[in-house]
C-alpha cells in the first residue's frame, strides 16, 4: 500500500531558451525559430506594451482615466504567444493580455478609446477600462468574473472541431482564477471531449494580495494537466522565445491531435493588481524591484535581439519616442471624442429593440427636453 | 374549420378535465384530430429545429444514451450522433460555460439542465455571460442559446427540487424567459427559443411532461412558432382576470370551471412569456375585469405576480375595483412530507377563494401587519 506523496520529489522542470542575461541554452533538439523580422517585431510591440501600460496607468492617476490594469513584466507572455499563433485562433482572455491584440493590429487610439468609453469606443461605452473586445480580431471582449472564460474557451473549441477548422481556441488566467470551480470544469471537459484549445496560465505569483502559497498547495498548475489526462508543459514565462516555441508546438499538437493542451507560464506581476491596489502594502518593495529590473523580460530579449545584431540604441531611442508621441496623442484625441450618444443606453440588450425600451427611451427624451439642465451636457442625444 | 370547433370544445372547459367530452368531439371529426404529450411536443420541436439548423445542438446530462433523464431528448442521440447530441460530466458551470462559449462562435446550442435547481451552479454564466454579453459587447457577442429543463415544484422531491426560478430569470435584462402549459405552447415556444438570437431560458414543468393536449394541425406543422411575449387568453370572462403560467394554467382553468356554477365568469391567461411579460394583454383584460388574481407556484416575495400587480397599477390603476390578489407558494422551503407539499403549494381552492375575495363574494383578509 503506498500514498502518492503530496509534495513531488522534484518539482516540473521548467523549459527555456534563453538564460537571465539572454544568452542562449543550448539544447541538442532546439531550433531556432524565430526569424529576424518576426524577432524584432515581437520586440518593437513589448516595448509598446510596456510603454502603453506605464503611460495609461499615468492618466489613470492624473485622473484623466477612471480605472487602468498594467501587464508590466509579462510582455514576452503576451507577445510571444500572439507572434506563436494564427489570428484564426480565438482568443478569450482573462484581462492582463492586451498585447496580443497588439500584435493583431487594434492602434493605440483604439485602446485609448475603450478606455475613454467614447464614441468610438468598439464596446460603446459600455465597459469599464481594459475590457477590450474585438470581433475581427478573433478577441472575445474581456469579462471581469474570473474564469469564466475557460469552459467557455471549450465551447469555442468544440465548434471549431465541429467545423474541422485549422485552427484552435487560446484561453488565458492567472494563477488565482485556477482556484475557480470553472477552471476545474473547462480542463475535465476539454479532455473529455477532446478539442483543439490551449489553456495558457500565467502564473505570476500574485492574485491581487494572495501569494500562490495561499492559493494552492501543489506545484503550481502544470501538475493538474494531467491530472485532468491533459498534455502539459511547465515554461520560462519572461523568456519569449520559450514562450514562442512552445506555444507554436502546443498550438500543433492541439489542432492536428485534436487535444487540450495545458502550458503553465511562470512569470512576475511587476505592477500593482490594478489602479485600485497598492501591492507595497503586502510585498517588499525590494522583491518588486528586483523582477521589474534583473529580471525584466524585455530587457532579456532585447539582449539577445541585440547580440544578433538586429537592434540598435538608436532604433531603441527613436522606437521609445514615436510609441510615447503616438500615446500621448491617443489619449489627447480619445479625451476629446464625444461620448457615445443616448441611443446606446438601450441598444443591444436584446437583438431588437423592445418594445418596453422603446418607451423609456421615449419618455427619457421628453424628459430630457422638460429639464436640460438636470441632465450631462456631455451625453449626445 | 378544425378551428371553430377547439373553440366550442374548450369554452368555459380545461382542456385536460374535458379530456372525454374532447376526445369524442374530436373523434366525430377524427381525421383532424390529434393528441401529443408536452413530452412529445417538446422532443419533435427539438427534432425539427436541429433537422433544419445544423447549427442547433443539445447538451446537458444524460441527454444521449439515457434518452434524457424525463425522456424529452428520446431518439435523438440515434438520429443526429454524438457530435450534435452531447452527454456532459456533471459539471452544470462546465457545460453551461461551454455552451455560452459554443453560442459566441455561432452555434446555436440548447442546455438541458436536470432541473433548474441545478442551473444554480451555473447561473453566472446564465445571468454574466449569457444576459449580458450583446450588450457588453457592444453588438459584438450574441449569445444565440436556449437554457431548458424543468422548473418548479414536482411531487415529493424536497426543497432542492422545487424552486421556481421564473421571477430571478425574469428580473435580468438580456435574457428571454418563457414558461409553456399546453403541447402546443411547449412547441411553438421551443421553437421560437431556438431560433432568437438572445439568450432564453425556457422553464418547463416536469408534472406536465405526461399530460396530454390536443394539438392543431398547424401546431404540428414544421415551421409553426409562437411568438415570445405574447399571453394567451385560454378562457375569455368577463368578471375576473387570471393570470398564471406552467402548471398553474390548468389549476387556474379549473378554478374558473368552480367559478363559472356560482356565476363568476373568470378569464384565464396563460402567461407564455414571463420575459418579456405582456403587459398590454394583461391589462387590456384588468379593464376588462376590473379585477385581478395572479397565481404562481413559486414563492411571493419579489415573484412574478409581485410584477404583474405594479404593471397594472402603473397601467390600469383606474380600473380597479378590488385590491390585487396574489397566490403563490408557501414562503418555505418545499418540505417532502405530502401533507405539508400540499399545503405548501397553490391549490385549485385557493384560486376560488381568491377570485371570491376579489369579486367581493366573501370577507376580505386582514391586513397582515
Not at chain 1, 476629446?336 to 436584446?350: H, N, R, W
Not at chain 2, 425539427?48 to 434524457?68: H, I, N, R, T
Not at chain 2, 424567459?177 to 416536469?206: H, Q, T
Request: aromatic share 10%.
Amino acid at each position: 500500500m503506498t500514498f502518492m506523496c503530496e509534495t513531488p520529489v522534484k518539482r516540473v522542470p521548467c523549459f527555456r531558451v534563453l538564460d537571465d542575461n539572454g544568452e542562449p541554452i543550448i539544447y541538442s533538439n532546439y531550433e531556432q525559430q524565430v526569424s529576424k523580422e518576426v524577432a524584432v517585431k515581437m520586440y518593437n510591440y513589448m516595448v509598446t506594451l510596456q510603454m502603453m501600460d506605464t503611460v495609461f496607468y499615468e492618466a489613470q492617476r492624473q485622473g484623466r482615466l477612471s480605472f487602468y490594469l498594467t501587464t508590466l513584466g509579462e510582455e514576452a507572455i503576451n507577445i510571444a504567444s500572439a507572434a506563436a499563433l494564427s489570428t484564426d485562433d480565438l482568443i478569450l482572455p482573462q484581462y492582463r493580455e492586451p498585447g496580443i491584440l497588439l500584435w493583431r493590429g487594434f492602434t493605440l487610439q483604439e485602446f485609448a478609446d475603450q478606455l475613454f468609453g467614447n464614441q468610438d469606443d468598439y464596446g460603446k461605452g459600455r465597459q469599464m477600462p481594459i475590457h477590450y473586445g474585438s470581433n475581427k480580431l478573433n478577441y472575445i471582449t474581456v469579462s471581469s468574473p474570473l474564469a469564466t472564460q475557460l469552459p467557455q474557451a471549450v465551447g469555442v473549441a468544440y465548434s471549431l472541431k465541429m467545423d474541422r477548422k485549422d485552427a484552435c481556441a487560446v484561453t488565458y488566467c492567472g494563477d488565482g482564477s485556477t482556484s475557480e470551480g470553472d477552471f476545474h470544469a473547462a480542463l475535465n471537459f476539454a479532455a473529455v471531449m477532446e478539442v483543439p484549445i490551449l489553456f495558457i496560465c500565467r502564473n505570476n505569483g500574485w492574485a491581487i494580495s494572495t501569494p500562490t502559497e495561499e492559493q494552492f498547495r501543489s506545484d503550481g498548475i502544470v501538475v493538474k494537466g494531467p491530472a485532468y489526462g491533459m498534455r502539459s508543459i511547465r515554461v520560462d514565462g519572461n523568456d519569449a522565445l520559450a514562450v514562442y516555441a512552445a506555444i507554436h508546438t502546443a498550438r500543433r499538437m492541439a489542432i492536428s491531435e485534436q487535444r487540450p493542451v495545458l502550458i503553465e507560464a511562470l512569470t512576475y506581476r511587476v505592477g500593482h493588481h490594478s489602479t485600485s491596489d497598492d501591492s507595497t502594502k503586502y510585498r517588499p518593495v525590494d522583491e518588486i524591484e528586483y523582477w521589474k529590473m534583473a529580471r525584466n523580460p524585455v530587457n532579456r530579449f532585447r539582449s539577445w535581439v541585440e547580440k544578433n545584431g538586429w537592434w540598435s540604441d538608436e532604433e531603441e531611442l527613436e522606437l521609445r519616442n514615436s510609441v510615447k508621441k503616438q500615446l500621448l496623442q491617443a489619449i489627447q484625441v480619445a479625451e476629446k471624442v464625444q461620448k457615445p450618444e443616448l441611443a446606446d443606453l438601450f441598444s443591444d440588450v436584446y437583438d431588437n429593440l423592445p418594445s418596453n425600451l422603446c418607451e423609456q427611451e421615449k419618455l427619457l427624451r421628453e424628459t430630457i427636453k422638460k429639464h436640460p439642465q438636470d441632465f450631462p451636457s456631455d451625453v449626445p442625444l | 374549420m378544425w378551428g371553430i370547433i377547439r373553440q366550442n370544445v374548450w369554452t368555459g372547459r380545461s382542456p385536460v378535465m374535458s379530456l372525454g367530452a374532447g376526445l369524442s368531439a374530436f373523434r366525430s371529426y377524427s381525421s383532424a384530430g390529434k393528441e401529443m404529450t408536452v413530452r412529445d411536443a417538446l422532443n419533435s420541436a427539438l427534432d425539427e429545429e436541429m433537422s433544419a439548423d445544423p447549427k442547433v445542438f443539445l447538451m446537458g446530462e444524460e441527454v444521449g444514451e439515457y434518452q434524457g433523464a424525463y425522456k424529452i431528448s428520446k431518439g435523438l442521440l440515434e438520429k443526429y450522433g454524438p457530435e450534435r447530441v452531447l452527454d456532459t460530466p456533471i459539471t452544470e458551470a462546465g457545460f453551461t460555460g461551454i455552451g455560452v462559449g459554443a453560442a459566441y462562435y455561432g452555434l446555436k446550442p440548447v442546455v438541458e439542465f436536470m432541473t433548474f435547481n441545478f442551473s444554480m451552479q451555473a447561473i453566472d454564466h446564465i445571468i454574466n455571460s449569457a444576459a449580458k454579453s450583446n450588450y457588453m459587447s457592444a453588438g459584438q457577442l450574441s449569445v444565440p442559446i436556449v437554457f431548458r429543463g424543468p422548473n418548479g415544484a414536482a411531487a415529493g422531491v424536497g426543497a432542492q427540487h422545487s424552486h421556481c426560478y421564473a421571477s430571478w430569470y425574469g428580473s435580468c435584462p438580456g435574457l428571454k424567459v418563457l414558461s409553456p402549459y399546453s403541447s402546443e405552447d411547449a412547441r411553438g415556444l421551443l421553437k421560437a427559443a431556438i431560433r432568437d438570437p438572445d439568450p432564453v431560458v425556457f422553464l418547463e414543468n416536469e408534472l406536465l411532461y405526461g399530460e396530454s393536449f390536443p394539438v392543431s394541425a398547424e401546431a404540428l406543422d414544421s415551421s409553426f412558432c409562437l411568438p415570445i411575449g405574447k399571453a394567451k387568453i385560454e378562457r375569455e370572462g368577463k368578471d375576473v382576470t387570471i393570470t398564471a403560467f406552467s402548471k398553474m394554467v390548468g389549476y387556474a382553468l379549473k378554478a374558473a370551471e368552480i367559478l363559472a356554477k356560482e356565476g363568476i365568469n373568470a378569464e384565464v391567461i396563460n402567461l407564455r412569456s414571463i420575459r418579456p411579460l405582456d403587459r398590454s394583454t394583461i391589462n387590456a383584460s384588468v379593464r376588462k375585469t376590473s379585477r385581478l388574481v395572479t397565481v404562481e407556484e413559486g414563492f411571493p416575495q419579489h415573484g412574478v405576480g409581485a410584477e404583474i400587480c405594479m404593471s397594472v397599477i402603473e397601467d390600469s390603476l383606474g380600473y380597479l375595483d378590488a385590491p390585487v390578489e396574489r397566490i403563490a407558494g408557501a414562503d418555505v422551503p418545499m418540505p417532502y412530507a405530502a401533507n405539508l407539499e400540499r399545503m405548501a403549494v397553490p391549490q385549485i381552492e385557493d384560486i376560488v377563494r381568491a377570485a371570491k375575495r376579489a369579486c367581493y363574494r366573501s370577507v376580505q383578509k386582514a391586513a397582515a401587519a
